[in-house]
């Protein structure tokens, strides 16, 4: 399973030729050479996690290919085919076994409102938590995506994250609106929380994927 980084918070997922494909979204260029796209994940409403115009070039290239996401984003995208998931639901979208955690955003602040947010465990190694600091208990993670830079993101918390999850490898996601000197700090953050639980740093530059 090879899992690929894209600008900001977009990731692709590809298993035995066949693709899943979560967040693409207003800070990530269109997604090229994409084959077999089986699913696409939202994990939640923000532009910067899905844009129709992703949606509607992904749909082009693969019709029919199943949305999931929470209600929030059901609302939202309404000229689309949604399958509402909520925390606790498991879906299986063959070779992809993907289980979903969490249910809401982390807190900008007091004045905007909260929305619906799912983390996402991929065939029980991968995990990434949306724009949400929710630990998916009980999994031994092989490979992180953190987010590193939001408006709602304070590095230390996002360091006791990666703490808590303990996953063998971690990579920075959610980076567009960080300087470069601010990325790599975080980075460094990430890499020594993981390295407390015997984990390490990946370091993915969009287009970029490791594999599990």
Do not use: C
Request: without cysteine; proline residues 7%.
């Amino acid at each position: 399973m090879r899992v690929t980084k894209f600008e900001h918070a977009t990731l692709t997922i590809v298993d035995l030729g066949r693709t899943l494909i979560i967040d693409p979204g207003s800070f990530t260029a269109p997604l090229g050479e994409l084959e077999d796209v089986v699913g696409i994940v939202l994990t939640h409403e923000h532009a910067d996690h899905w844009t129709a115009d992703h949606l509607d070039r992904i749909l082009g290239m693969f019709p029919g290919t199943p949305i999931f996401a929470p209600e929030g984003v059901a609302a939202a995208a309404a000229a689309y085919d949604i399958t509402v998931v909520r925390p606790g639901d498991v879906v299986e979208v063959e070779p992809f076994r993907l289980e979903f955690f969490g249910g809401r955003h982390a807190v900008i602040h007091e004045s905007i409102p909260v929305v619906d947010n799912v983390g996402v465990l991929v065939n029980g190694d991968f995990y990434y938590p949306g724009d949400s600091y929710v630990v998916p208990e009980g999994r031994a993670v092989k490979l992180l995506a953190a987010p590193v830079g939001a408006p709602w993101l304070k590095i230390g918390e996002a360091m006791d994250f990666v703490l808590a999850v303990a996953p063998r490898r971690v990579f920075a996601t959610h980076d567009m609106t960080l300087s470069v000197a601010g990325r790599d700090m975080g980075r460094a953050r990430l890499g020594w929380a993981a390295e407390q639980g015997g984990g390490e740093l990946v370091v993915l530059e969009p287009g970029e994927g490791t594999d599990i």
